[in-house]
């Protein structure tokens, strides 16, 4: 049985949503109204799956930055958690507790059927993000089903590069039934000019070779996103931008929404 819609007083939803705002930088601020802007804008739901067979790296925190960021829409989103081993996304909800959106729903569905749980859900949410787990096939051939996008968060490495045709060759597969666009996300990254860097270089260069799509910018390692775990985020770090690129991707924008901040500065050098 699909669980029982929950009915959100748009009033609550926004007077809470105008807290949390608060609650951001006002640089994050901006950026974020200009990507929510662009989402509103094109008026397409934003159906995302996190998703890559080997071994993880920073899929949930991906899955649940973007989650929230979207929640700033306003509309309803579901972040499904489709890793029962450990249902971080569930036990980030429940820490963040009142700082949650309640536009935000939270289901925990770890097995191949979470397709026919999503769309018996159909109509009462606009965006959904999937997490998945590393070892779990079933779940995450079921969840590409229901999304347009795979977003595959991959570390920055040569050896991590060369696994991800597994990966691909599952999306391929569903590609040919449904439409899906896979694009690789480099993750834990080495800060520009430290040490390792030529690695995100050479794993670049190899997806470029084999023609996989890959978003242009990496996300570095950083300690914040650890911290933020079981919280609302207070530093938003590279997120705002990761959602700018991977909407600019999924809703096919001809560009990018623009961090105002780097677009003024960028006038200032002209
Ligand atoms: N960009 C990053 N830099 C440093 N640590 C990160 C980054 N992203 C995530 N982490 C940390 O790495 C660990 C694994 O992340 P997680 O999102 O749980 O990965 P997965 O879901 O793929 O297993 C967590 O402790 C998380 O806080
Ligand atoms: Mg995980």
């Known amino acids: 049985m699909p669980p029982a819609p929950v009915q959100l007083n748009r009033e609550e939803v926004e007077k809470q949503l105008s807290i949390l705002w608060e609650l951001m930088t006002p640089e994050d601020r901006a950026y974020l109204k200009v990507i929510v802007a662009a989402i509103v804008a094109n008026g397409q739901p934003i159906r995302i799956t996190i998703g890559n067979l080997k071994g993880g790296v920073n899929k949930t925190t991906t899955a649940v930055f973007l989650a929230l960021l979207l929640a700033f829409t306003g509309e309803n989103v579901l972040l499904v958690d489709g890793d029962g081993t450990n249902n971080s996304c569930l036990l980030w909800k429940l820490g963040a507790g009142e700082h949650w959106p309640t536009n935000l729903q939270v289901m925990a569905w770890g097995t191949p059927d979470l397709a026919k749980r999503i769309k018996a859900m159909e109509g009462q949410f606009k965006h959904l993000v999937v997490d998945t ?4 096939k079933g779940v995450l051939e079921s969840a590409l089903y229901v999304t347009d996008t795979l977003l595959i968060p991959c570390q920055s490495t040569p050896m991590d590069t060369s ?18 666009a896979s ?11 430290g040490k390792d860097t030529h690695l995100t270089r050479k794993s670049y260069a190899r997806l470029a070779e084999k023609n996989r799509p890959v978003l242009p910018m990496p996300l570095y390692d950083n300690g914040k996103y650890a911290e933020a775990f079981p919280v609302f985020p207070r530093e ?14 999924a809703l096919d924008l001809d560009e990018v929404p623009q961090d105002p901040k780097k677009a003024s500065l960028a006038e200032g050098t002209r």
Request: aromatic share 10%; no cysteine.
């Open 236 to 249: 938003w770090v590279q997120y705002p931008e990761v959602l700018a690129e991977i909407v600019a991707f």
């Open 163 to 180: 696994q991800l045709d597994p990966t691909f060759e599952l999306a391929e597969r569903i590609d040919a039934i449904k439409e899906l």
């Open 183 to 193: 694009v690789v996300m480099f993750a834990r990254a080495k800060k520009p000019g």
């Open 133 to 136: 787990g590393p070892q779990h």
